[in-house]
């Protein structure tokens, strides 16, 4: 639940803050989507690879693409979801590899 207030915080408040157009497409190229990275990757990490928030990710972008930017920006949500999508799955590659070492450990 944590992970989509803060998708909401990074897609519907933040862009609030910026008024210049540097500012804004700082946001579109590097904020959000790194935003989408990290807050998938820790989840990842948690529980494993999921899809739904990758999905969620370029779905929650829309409204808010076309309440601050305009309808091409529409498509920067296909970029999100794949952050997210990269983000849950290096967790879910650092969750398996953890354990794998864990348990070479106890074997030991």
Do not use: Q
């Not at 494993?48 to 920067?76: D, H, K, Q, R």
């Amino acid at each position: 639940m944590i992970k989509y207030l803060l998708l909401g915080a990074v897609y519907y408040l933040l862009p609030l803050t910026m008024h210049e157009t540097g500012e804004l497409i700082l946001y579109l190229l590097a904020i959000a989507p790194l935003s989408c990275f990290v807050i998938s990757l820790f989840p990842g990490m948690k529980y494993g690879y999921e899809l739904l928030f990758p999905v969620m990710c370029g779905i929650l972008f829309v409204p808010s693409a076309l309440l601050y930017f305009n309808e091409t920006a529409v498509l920067y949500g296909i970029v999100y979801a794949a952050c997210a999508f990269f983000g849950s799955v290096l967790g879910g590659t650092l969750k398996a590899n953890f354990l794998k070492e864990k348990e070479a450990k106890m074997k030991k």
